[in-house]
Nanobody
């Protein structure tokens, strides 16, 4: 297993959760890391990504100002801090890695560029 996501759970609206995605050292250092989510009955959508090298970030408009992504190189982990959660944030969250690619920021939203995917972790936000 190259990507291992954790941290999902049930939280009330307005609450916070912290998701983590652990990767192997080689994968982590060479990859742009992203989070995507899929709500019941909906297509998978981009949430946030952090580019390899310069750690620049791109956020979906729906989470901007509420979610924060960061990299912990010492632990080969990417963390998604989710605050002010809303019921519409309910979904299975997947971490993903785009390995070995130098991507322009606008392309970080493209799921087809990510070649490694974690198993998903469920986030449920109750109203």
């Amino acid at each position: 297993v190259q990507l291992q996501a954790s941290g999902g759970g049930v939280v009330q609206a307005g609450g916070s959760l912290r998701l983590s995605c652990a990767a192997s050292g080689r994968t982590f250092s060479s990859s742009t890391m992203g989070w995507f989510r899929q709500a019941p009955g909906k297509e998978r959508e981009f949430v946030v990504a952090i580019r390899r090298g310069d750690s620049k970030t791109v956020y979906a408009d729906s989470v901007k100002g509420r979610f924060t992504i960061s990299r912990d190189s010492a632990k080969n982990t990417v963390v998604l801090q989710m605050n002010s959660l809303k019921p519409e944030d309910t979904a299975v969250y997947y971490c993903a890695a785009a390995t070995g690619l130098d991507l322009i920021l606008s392309s970080l939203r493209r799921g087809d560029l990510y070649d490694l995917w974690g198993q998903g972790t469920l986030v449920t936000v109750s109203s």
